[in-house]
């Protein structure tokens, strides 16, 4: 799975815009932009999820689930959950 940030952070460290992803896919730029702008992890048909998550492979990006180890080493992006802070607990 892959979520509408993971995406837009995907798509930025590889430098490209939602056009070129677009086209890099063999999609419309309409789906790139319905693709990111959804809440959560991106819903369509499997076929043109696996399409963009090829094109951001091919332009060096990989994807880290969560909770997956980094398989291949390198540079990345792993967002870690927000954690409520407890108003009672003393600063650090």
Known sequence: MITAAQMRAARALAGIDQKTLAERAGVSLPTIQRMEASD?????????????????????????????????????????????????????
């Open 40 to 92: 959560g992890v991106v819903r369509g048909v499997v076929d043109t999820l696996m399409k963009v998550i090829q094109a951001l492979d091919e332009a060096g990006v990989e994807l880290i689930g969560e909770n997956q180890a980094s398989e291949r080493g390198g540079r990345g992006v792993r967002l870690r959950p927000v954690v409520p802070s407890d108003p009672k607990a003393e600063p650090a």
